[in-house]
């Protein structure tokens, strides 16, 4: 089966800028997440979507930050303004379903590697 | 809040040894136990998952434990080569199936 597809693979913005970064998860899973990852830590949710509805946004910084999952299929995230501080790996990854498990195993993208100038 | 913790940050060893990978964790009420691997430049890999109620799996040369009361896993690695160098993360699932991670553990095997 085809993995999670990411794209950029790489950007680099000024600080005050906008991006968005494009996800689209493996087929037939319902559920995809956006993780950030600053360099030395781990992932950190930033949101997950069940279908095209929102599981749990309660990390992401709205004033800033904004996803949508069209159709329940691909997405995207969005960063404007862009400041210093967001520079870090944004991980797409999907589950069949809500939670994970041994039937539900998470599988990720290879990441959006943003640096903020 | 839970909090997962991974020491040390980073390990080398000679190729030919097995190897313990600790994690620990404040809070004992967890749906599952994760760990994963990253190579440089690439999202995470699932490596093994333990259900609460398990105490635990097994992979090829991998093995995971999980003791849930005293909030410690360990990932063992049996006769580590070079191709085992990558980061290795562990992760938490709270009831709500959010996933903490720790900062994981960086490995090198040397030939």
């Known amino acids: 089966e085809a993995g999670v597809a990411q794209s950029p693979r790489y950007k680099i913005i000024e600080k005050r800028q906008s991006v968005a970064f494009w996800c689209n998860p493996i087929?037939?899973?319902?559920?995809l997440y956006w993780y950030q990852q600053i360099l030395g830590q781990g992932p950190k949710l930033l949101i997950q979507f069940q279908n095209n509805g929102v599981v749990d946004d309660s990390q992401l910084p709205k004033d800033r930050f904004s996803a949508e999952r069209l159709k329940g299929v691909d997405s995207t995230l969005k960063i404007q303004p862009a400041k210093l501080e967001d520079s870090a790996v944004y991980l797409c990854a999907s589950s069949l379903e809500v939670r994970t498990g041994p039937n539900s195993p998470l599988h990720f993208g290879n990441g959006t590697r943003l640096t903020v100038t | 809040k839970q909090e997962v913790t991974q020491i040390p940050a980073a390990l080398s060893v000679p190729e030919g040894e097995n190897l313990v990978l600790n994690c620990s964790f404040t809070d004992s009420a967890i749906y599952n136990l994760q760990w994963f691997r990253q190579d440089p430049g690439k999202g995470l890999t699932s490596l093994l998952l333990?259900?609460?109620?398990?105490r635990e799996q097994t992979s090829g040369r991998l093995n995971a434990s999980l003791d849930k009361s005293s909030g410690r896993s360990t990932l063992y690695i049996a006769a580590s080569q070079p191709g085992d160098s990558a980061t290795y993360l562990c992760?938490?699932?709270?009831?709500?199936?959010?996933?903490?991670f720790g900062k994981g553990i960086t490995l090198s095997v040397r030939p």
């Open positions: 087929s037939g899973h319902a559920t």
């Open positions: 992760a938490v699932a709270g009831a709500n199936s959010k996933l903490t």
């Open positions: 333990i259900q609460s109620s398990q």
